[in-house]
């Protein structure tokens, strides 16, 4: 998958993702091309030997990671198990828990989602837009806890 990174030039990453929403992902990521938002990488999570808080922590762009869901009540597959979750500019992007630390940790700079910088997932953004003419939800629309470098196909 092609992509801008911060660098300002062009790349080359692997995001592996369900099939049945390649052809909705490559619109995404050509929207995000082609107003050159900035990916920091695009790895699969496979190459962090499976784990979520290393590839977090590499501020990874991914799709597919059998794992289950960071949620309350019991175990139950995440989106990205079935591969129709993409996390994207992780560190950009943190996942905010009320009373919880930051994650990934090194994120905590932006936890102030008004200085709005590259990377960043907003609403009106061309990042969240993308997802959205897609018709994926955004974590960071969720109440309580937000997940804002997560998108789904449905939302959750």
Known sequence: MPFIGFDHRAHNGTLIINAGVADKVIK?????????????????????HGSDDRSTAADNTAGFNCRFAVAAGPPHWSMHAYGLAIDVDTIENPYIEPG???????????????DIRPGMAYPGGVLVSAFSSIGWGWGGDWAGAVDYQHFSSNGH
């Open 100 to 114: 919880q630390p930051i994650d990934p940790p090194a994120s905590a700079a932006y936890a102030n989602r008004s």
């Open 28 to 48: 995404v990521f050509s929207i995000l091309y082609r107003a050159r938002f900035p990916i920091r990488i695009m790895k699969p999570v496979d190459v962090f």
